[in-house]
């Protein structure tokens, strides 16, 4: 662990983790059980996917890239387009520290999986490939999915690929550079999905510009994904202004992750979630 050298680095870390503790307090005291929900599509999806801790040998796939990937030794080259693609930068970073920071958890990993598997999508939108880990989840999950992954870094959508292949999955489709530029295009051809996970630029312009692009194809059984939803101040705003969104019927705050609805049988409501 290296150690923090100067005032500012201190600063820094004392704000960042002051933040984090109050946000998940504030989550904590909000955050309900299963046994408190009074609607019977939302008391299904707790109960059965988010709070199903069975072991499933399905998870092994994904979690055994995981394991090659933190014994990784190699550098890429990363290609970072910043907030909203504006402050491009590159940079060198080793494959075991963006598995270790990067991917998905297991914890949420597993999730996605059970998400996919209850909800059988035919099409996933995924932002942000990074190794290809949350990818593998899904599809595992789901065989028949057609998941449609972006990524910004080229070295880092190679790695991702070289994953898909060696799990049995080269038919998921990664498509490489600046999202804001990839995904307006993509979106031309008036795709419609089923699941869209959002794991890309963390910051609040770009997130409810993801947002917007999507929601215009959103089906009434699509189901957005949101990652670190209260992982800045910026996220948190971001994440409440969608749940205000007309188009969206139900929410859910897992922490990690936020859930959004658009089922027009669904009364507008917003739910926090122990997870």
Known sequence: MAFLTTVSDISFCTFATMNIMTSYLKYYLKAETVHNLHSPFM???????????????????AENIRKKMLGSTE????????TGGKKQQQYQRTISK?????????????LLFRLCEYFKPDTILELGTSLGISSIYMKSAYPKTQITSFEGSPETAEWARKNFTESGFSDITVIVGNIDKTLPEYLKNNILPDIVFIDANHAYEPCIRYFELLAKNALNDSLFIFDDIHWSEGMENAWNEIKKDVRVTASVDLYTLGLVFFKKKLSKQDFTIFF
Request: charged share 35%.
């Open 43 to 61: 008391y299904k999806l707790v109960s059965e996917v988010v709070n199903r801790k069975s072991y499933r040998t399905e998870y092994s796939i």
């Open 75 to 82: 550098s890429i080259q990363i290609m970072d387009f910043g």
């Open 98 to 110: 963006i598995a270790a920071e990067s991917s998905k958890k297991k914890k949420e990993g597993r």
